[in-house]
């Protein structure tokens, strides 16, 4: 991921559309199709669409923590919460 796309985005103010075009940049096409996010204080709030998705943004948590801090900035979101509508 190019650190100046990352430098921008941290600069700009944090919106629901900054968020999820973070959101899709750390996750890839397939997952962002499946999911909605929102950020509540610093915890993402991720919806999939069944439980099969649910459980791999789960087992990709970590690394889907350390993509968004390098989006976000480090300490903007501490946890994921992955539930399916």
């Known amino acids: 991921?190019?650190?100046?796309l990352a430098a921008v985005l941290q600069k700009a103010p944090l919106t629901p559309d900054k968020v999820a075009?973070?959101?899709r940049t750390a996750v890839g096409p397939s997952v962002d199709r499946v999911t909605t996010v929102e950020l509540k204080g610093r915890v993402l709030h991720v919806q999939t669409t069944d439980a099969a998705w649910q459980r791999e943004v789960e087992r990709s948590a970590g690394l889907i923590r350390v993509r968004l801090g390098t989006l976000l900035g480090d300490d903007l979101v501490r946890g994921l919460e992955v539930t399916v509508t």
């Open 1 to 4: 991921m190019p650190d100046a």
């Open 21 to 23: 075009f973070a959101w």
